[in-house]
T-cell receptor
Framework: QKEVEQNSGPLSVPEGAIASLNCTYS??????FFWYRQYSGKSPELIMF????GDKEDGRFTAQLNKASQYVSLLIRDSQPSDSATYLC????????FGQGTTLQVKP | NAGVMQNPRHLVRRRGQEARLRCSPM?????VYWYRQLPEEGLKFMVY????????ESGMPKERFSAEFPKEGPSILRIQQVVRGDSAAYFC?????????????FGEGSRLTVL
C-alpha cells in the first residue's frame, strides 16, 4: 500500500470554479500535513500546512483534514489559469513523504 | 536572504561517469533533505542529513549513491557509475533546527541527464 495516495488527474475545471484535490495517507501517527504546488520544470512551493482536524483557510485556499478517515483535501475557490500546476500532498514522519501529485488544469 | 542553492542546475553525464550535485541550505538551516523526481512522478525521499551526520538514508539506493553534509561547505549527493535510469531531477530542501512545523524549503533542483 502506498503511503500517500493521490489521483494523478488531470483534473480540469473552468475558470472561476472550485477545484477539489484529495489525498489519503496510511500513517495514523502523522501529525502534520502539507500541500505543495509545483509548476512544470520548477521546484515545489508550500501552499498550506494543517495539523488539526477541520478546515484551515488562507485566501482562496482551504485545507481540510480528517484524521479518523486519514484524508486531507485542498479546495481552491475562484480557480484561475495561473493555478494550473501539479499539487503534491505530503505528511511528516520526521521527513516529508509526498504523493505522486494531481495535475490541475484551469481552462479560461 | 538567499534561498536553498543547488548547482549545477543541469548536468549531462555519460553512462559510467560520476555525478556530483551540491546544495547549500538557507541561512540558519541545519537540516538538509534530498529528493528525486522522475518524469511525471512525485518526489521520492532519498536522505536526511544534519551537519556531519546522516540521520535517515532509508530512501537511498544501496549502491552507487552517497551523500554528505560536512561541517563546512555544501551538502553533496554523489552518484557513481551513472546509468540511464538515474536521469531525473534531484531536489534539495532545508529546514531550521528548531522548526516543529516540518515545512521544507526547496531549491530549484539539479536535472541530471545520462546519455
Amino acid at each position: 500500500q502506498k503511503e500517500v495516495e493521490q489521483n494523478s488527474g488531470p483534473l480540469s475545471v473552468p475558470e472561476g470554479a472550485i477545484a477539489s484535490l484529495n489525498c489519503t495517507y496510511s500513517d495514523r501517527g502523522s501529525q502534520s500535513f502539507f500541500w505543495y504546488r509545483q509548476y512544470s520544470g520548477k521546484s515545489p512551493e508550500l501552499i498550506m500546512f494543517i495539523y488539526s482536524n477541520g478546515d484551515k483557510e488562507d485566501g482562496r485556499f482551504t485545507a481540510q483534514l480528517n484524521k479518523a478517515s486519514q484524508y486531507v483535501s485542498l479546495l481552491i475557490r475562484d480557480s484561475q489559469p495561473s493555478d494550473s500546476a501539479t499539487y503534491l500532498c505530503a505528511f511528516n514522519t520526521g521527513k516529508l513523504i509526498f504523493g505522486q501529485g494531481t495535475t490541475l488544469q484551469v481552462k479560461p | 536572504n538567499a534561498g536553498v542553492m543547488q548547482n549545477p542546475r543541469h548536468l549531462v553525464r555519460r553512462r559510467g561517469q560520476e555525478a556530483r550535485l551540491r546544495c547549500s541550505p538557507m541561512k540558519g538551516h541545519s537540516h538538509v533533505y534530498w529528493y528525486r523526481q522522475l518524469p511525471e512522478e512525485g518526489l521520492k525521499f532519498m536522505v536526511y542529513l544534519q551537519k556531519e551526520n546522516i540521520i535517515d538514508e532509508s530512501g537511498m539506493p544501496k549502491e552507487r549513491f552517497s551523500a554528505e553534509f560536512p561541517k563546512e561547505g555544501p551538502s553533496i549527493l554523489r552518484i557513481q557509475q551513472v546509468v540511464r535510469g538515474d536521469s531525473a531531477a534531484y531536489f534539495c530542501a532545508s529546514s531550521p533546527q528548531d522548526d516543529s512545523t516540518g515545512e521544507l524549503f526547496f531549491g530549484e533542483g539539479s536535472r541530471l541527464t545520462v546519455l
